[in-house]
């Protein structure tokens, strides 16, 4: 087996991990929380030797007071609440050859009432969000199979059959000779310079709308004739 490179690595781990549900219930949302992304990853990256060292290197933590009030507008309680803002780098190491490493600089941040966890809810944050960006890794409130259907829907549109350029020049000649006109005209008239460029999705669109011009065409030339 060929040896894989640390890049290489790290597209293997992406590839094992396409999609994340929200599973976690927040008050007003749901979410993916940080040992689900985790969990996600680990066996993967234990499976192709690889660390992710996270470091520290700068820090600020900020203050804010906040007041609770009763009903009557008076203070009953009040409340600190510590930001924790840590400057980081996360840094890949491939085991199988340690002085092969990618240092990525990044970002977490944390609040905490009681000042003790803002540390920690911050590397957390951090782990947690360079994980899900770095691997692409996407997470939405749909399930797996339904977000594998959008995910098909963004690939690149199937291009139009033989079969389906044979209706539609019948069309186009049928429509143009029911209204006197020549088959450019209609494709003019369509935008169309090129059937072999069109989609298999756009093709059938244009297709259906010149049956229905044929219907109102041959309901127009029946009342004339009647």
Known sequence: MTEL?????????????????????GKQYNYTGSSQVLASVRSKMDELGLLLIPRIIGKEISESQIEFKDT?????????????????????VNADKPDETIECPWYGQGVDVAGEKGVGKALTYAEKYFIL?????????????????????????????????????????????????TEADVYKVLQITNIEQLSSKEAKEITAKLFGWITSARKELKKQGA
């Open 133 to 181: 960006k770095q691997f692409n890794i996407a997470t939405d409130k749909d399930d797996p199979d339904a977000f594998q259907e959008k995910a098909e829907s963004y690939r690149q549109p199937e291009p139009i059959t033989a079969k389906e350029v044979g209706i539609l020049k019948t069309s186009v000649l049928e429509f143009a000779e029911l209204r006197g006109k």
């Open 5 to 25: 490179n640390i890049y290489q690595k790290l597209i293997e781990v992406r590839k094992a991990v396409p999609y994340l549900k929200k599973e976690a219930a």
């Open 72 to 92: 009557t507008g008076n203070v009953n309680k009040r409340t600190t609440t510590y930001f924790t803002e840590l400057i980081m780098t996360m840094t890949w």
